[in-house]
C-alpha cells in the first residue's frame, strides 16, 4: 500500500469513516451524459462548427461510449427530440446496449418551431398546444421504446412585455398539458420539471423558480418532480439550501450540471464555482445516509447540460465528469459527527471549519486509487487523449 493510501486510511479513521465505504460510494455513483453536449453547438450569435461532430445519434453514442470508457460512471445518455428522431428506437437501444450504455432521459423539445414564438404549451392559439402537448406524449412513447425512466421537460414559455398574455390563464393551459402526459406515462416513468429564470423571454417565465416547479409537480402527482439545473437561478442564489428543501419534501427527482458566471452560461461544472458544487454535494451526501430523505436520494437521475462551444467536446465531457466526481469524492469526507456537535453547541467557526476541511482536501490520489480499482486508467483525461480517438473522429469529415 503506498504512502498516500496510509494518509487516506489515517484521515478517514480519524473522522470515524471507512475507506472501503467510501470508495463504494465513489464506484457507486453514475452520470448521465447527453447527446447534444458532442455535437456542435453555441450561443445565440455563432455556433463555431468543428470538424469530426458526429452526424447521427449512433456517432453521438460512439463518442459518448468514449466518456464512460474512461470514467467508468457514465453508462447513460440523455436524447432531444427532434435532434434524435429516428427510424427505430428499439435499434437505437440495441446499439447503445452494444456500446455498453443505455438511453437516459428523453427531452422533449417544444421551443424551436416558429410557431412556438409565442409559447408552446401555453400558447394562445389552441391549435399551437394541442401540437405541443402531442409532442410530449410522443417523447413519452419514445421513453417506452427505448426503456427509457424519465422525461427532462423544460418549457422556454414565457412572454416579453407586460399584458402580452394572462399569467393565470397560462398556468391552466400548462397544468392541462403536464396532467394529461402524466396519464400517458407508464408506472416507474418520471417527469421531471424544470424551470429557469429567465431566456429566451425575459418579463415573465411560466415556470420561473424551483418553486413554481414545485407547485406543478404537486399537480401532476407522484410521477413528477423536481429538476435543478445549476444555472437556472437567479446570481447568488443559494443551490444548496433549495437542494435541501427539495429533498426533505421528497421531490427532487434531477439535476442538469453545468456552471455559470452570471446567466445559462453552460460552463464546465465546476469551472467557476467548484464550493458551490461541493456544498450541493454536501447535502445530497447527508439526504443519502438519512433513512427520512434517502428514498428520494436514491432516485435522482445526475445528468450533465452544457455547450460546449469551443471546447473540444469529449474532453470537456470527461473534465465535467471528473470535476463531479471530486466535488461529491470531498463532501464523503465531511465529519459528520463533528459537525453535528459544532451545529448542536452554535459553534460557528467550528462547524465552518469542518465543512472547509473538507472541501481543502485532495481527493484526486483517492480518486486514481479508485479508478485502478476499476480497472481503468487513473488519469482518464490523460489515457483518451493518448488513445488516438480525438484524431480518429475527424475521419467523419
Same mark, same amino acid.
Not at 447527446?35 to 456517432?59: C, H, I, N
Not at 400517458?184 to 417565465?205: N, Q, V
Not at 433513512?291 to 467536446?313: F, L, N, V, W
Given at each position: 500500500m503506498s504512502g498516500d493510501s496510509l494518509n487516506w486510511e489515517r484521515s478517514l479513521r480519524e473522522k470515524g469513516l471507512d475507506l472501503r465505504k467510501v470508495k463504494g460510494r465513489v464506484k457507486g455513483f453514475r452520470i448521465e451524459t447527453p447527446s447534444w453536449g458532442y455535437a456542435d453547438s453555441g450561443t445565440r450569435f455563432k455556433?463555431?462548427?468543428?470538424?469530426?461532430?458526429?452526424?447521427?445519434?449512433?456517432?453521438?453514442?460512439?463518442?459518448?461510449?468514449?466518456?464512460?470508457?474512461?470514467?467508468?460512471?457514465?453508462?447513460?445518455?440523455?436524447?432531444?427530440?427532434?435532434?434524435?428522431?429516428?427510424?427505430?428506437y428499439g435499434k437505437a437501444k440495441a446499439f447503445a446496449k452494444d456500446l455498453g450504455l443505455a438511453i437516459g432521459a428523453v427531452n422533449p423539445n417544444v421551443? +424551436?418551431?416558429?410557431?412556438?414564438?409565442?409559447?408552446?404549451?401555453?400558447?394562445p392559439d389552441a391549435g399551437v398546444r394541442r401540437r405541443a402537448t402531442e409532442h410530449l406524449l410522443e417523447c413519452a412513447g419514445i421513453a417506452r421504446l427505448t426503456g427509457s425512466r424519465d422525461?427532462?421537460?423544460?418549457?422556454?414559455?414565457?412572454?416579453? *412585455?407586460?399584458?402580452?398574455?394572462?399569467?393565470? +390563464?397560462?398556468?391552466?393551459?400548462?397544468e392541462e398539458s403536464l396532467i394529461e402526459l402524466d396519464k400517458a406515462m407508464d408506472d416507474g416513468m418520471r417527469m421531471l420539471i424544470e424551470y429557469k429564470t429567465f431566456e429566451p423571454s425575459f418579463y415573465h417565465t411560466d415556470i420561473a423558480d424551483w418553486g413554481m416547479a414545485y407547485v406543478f409537480a404537486g399537480k401532476?402527482?407522484?410521477?413528477?418532480?423536481?429538476?435543478?439545473?445549476?444555472?437556472?437561478?437567479?446570481?447568488?442564489?443559494?443551490?444548496?439550501?433549495?437542494?435541501?428543501?427539495?429533498?426533505?419534501?421528497?421531490?427532487?427527482g434531477g439535476f442538469h450540471f453545468n456552471n455559470k458566471k452570471y446567466a445559462d452560461d453552460d460552463l464546465i461544472v465546476g469551472s467557476v464555482n467548484p464550493y458551490e458544487l461541493f456544498l450541493i454535494f454536501t447535502e445530497l451526501v447527508k439526504a443519502e445516509d438519512d433513512p427520512a430523505t434517502s428514498g428520494c436520494a436514491g432516485r435522482i437521475a445526475y445528468m450533465i447540460d452544457q455547450s460546449h462551444c469551443i471546447e473540444p467536446k469529449i474532453p470537456a465531457m470527461i473534465r465535467s465528469v471528473l470535476n463531479i466526481q471530486e466535488a461529491h469524492a470531498k463532501a464523503l469526507l465531511v465529519d459528520r459527527g463533528r459537525l453535528a456537535e459544532a451545529q448542536g453547541k452554535g459553534?460557528?467557526?467550528?462547524?465552518?471549519?469542518?465543512?472547509?476541511?473538507?472541501?481543502?482536501?485532495?481527493v484526486r490520489p483517492l480518486l486514481a486509487e479508485v479508478r485502478e480499482e476499476m480497472g481503468i486508467d487513473p488519469d482518464p483525461m490523460?489515457? *483518451?487523449?493518448?488513445?488516438? *480517438?480525438?484524431k480518429g473522429k475527424l475521419a467523419r469529415g
Amino acid at each position: 500500500m503506498s504512502g498516500d493510501s496510509l494518509n487516506w486510511e489515517r484521515s478517514l479513521r480519524e473522522k470515524g469513516l471507512d475507506l472501503r465505504k467510501v470508495k463504494g460510494r465513489v464506484k457507486g455513483f453514475r452520470i448521465e451524459t447527453p447527446s447534444w453536449g458532442y455535437a456542435d453547438s453555441g450561443t445565440r450569435f455563432k455556433v463555431f462548427k468543428q470538424q469530426g461532430m458526429p452526424r447521427t445519434l449512433e456517432e453521438k453514442l460512439e463518442d459518448a461510449g468514449q466518456v464512460h470508457k474512461f470514467t467508468g460512471v457514465c453508462p447513460t445518455v440523455a436524447i432531444h427530440i427532434p435532434w434524435d428522431k429516428c427510424d427505430d428506437y428499439g435499434k437505437a437501444k440495441a446499439f447503445a446496449k452494444d456500446l455498453g450504455l443505455a438511453i437516459g432521459a428523453v427531452n422533449p423539445n417544444v421551443f +424551436q418551431e416558429p410557431e412556438y414564438m409565442l409559447g408552446s404549451v401555453v400558447n394562445p392559439d389552441a391549435g399551437v398546444r394541442r401540437r405541443a402537448t402531442e409532442h410530449l406524449l410522443e417523447c413519452a412513447g419514445i421513453a417506452r421504446l427505448t426503456g427509457s425512466r424519465d422525461l427532462s421537460l423544460w418549457m422556454s414559455d414565457g412572454t416579453n *412585455y407586460p399584458g402580452q398574455a394572462d399569467f393565470r +390563464q397560462r398556468k391552466a393551459w400548462m397544468e392541462e398539458s403536464l396532467i394529461e402526459l402524466d396519464k400517458a406515462m407508464d408506472d416507474g416513468m418520471r417527469m421531471l420539471i424544470e424551470y429557469k429564470t429567465f431566456e429566451p423571454s425575459f418579463y415573465h417565465t411560466d415556470i420561473a423558480d424551483w418553486g413554481m416547479a414545485y407547485v406543478f409537480a404537486g399537480k401532476v402527482g407522484d410521477k413528477a418532480e423536481v429538476l435543478v439545473d445549476l444555472g437556472h437561478h437567479p446570481l447568488g442564489s443559494n443551490i444548496e439550501h433549495i437542494v435541501a428543501f427539495l429533498l426533505d419534501e421528497g421531490k427532487l427527482g434531477g439535476f442538469h450540471f453545468n456552471n455559470k458566471k452570471y446567466a445559462d452560461d453552460d460552463l464546465i461544472v465546476g469551472s467557476v464555482n467548484p464550493y458551490e458544487l461541493f456544498l450541493i454535494f454536501t447535502e445530497l451526501v447527508k439526504a443519502e445516509d438519512d433513512p427520512a430523505t434517502s428514498g428520494c436520494a436514491g432516485r435522482i437521475a445526475y445528468m450533465i447540460d452544457q455547450s460546449h462551444c469551443i471546447e473540444p467536446k469529449i474532453p470537456a465531457m470527461i473534465r465535467s465528469v471528473l470535476n463531479i466526481q471530486e466535488a461529491h469524492a470531498k463532501a464523503l469526507l465531511v465529519d459528520r459527527g463533528r459537525l453535528a456537535e459544532a451545529q448542536g453547541k452554535g459553534d460557528v467557526l467550528a462547524a465552518e471549519a469542518c465543512v472547509k476541511d473538507a472541501f481543502d482536501t485532495d481527493v484526486r490520489p483517492l480518486l486514481a486509487e479508485v479508478r485502478e480499482e476499476m480497472g481503468i486508467d487513473p488519469d482518464p483525461m490523460g489515457a *483518451y487523449l493518448r488513445s488516438g *480517438y480525438e484524431k480518429g473522429k475527424l475521419a467523419r469529415g
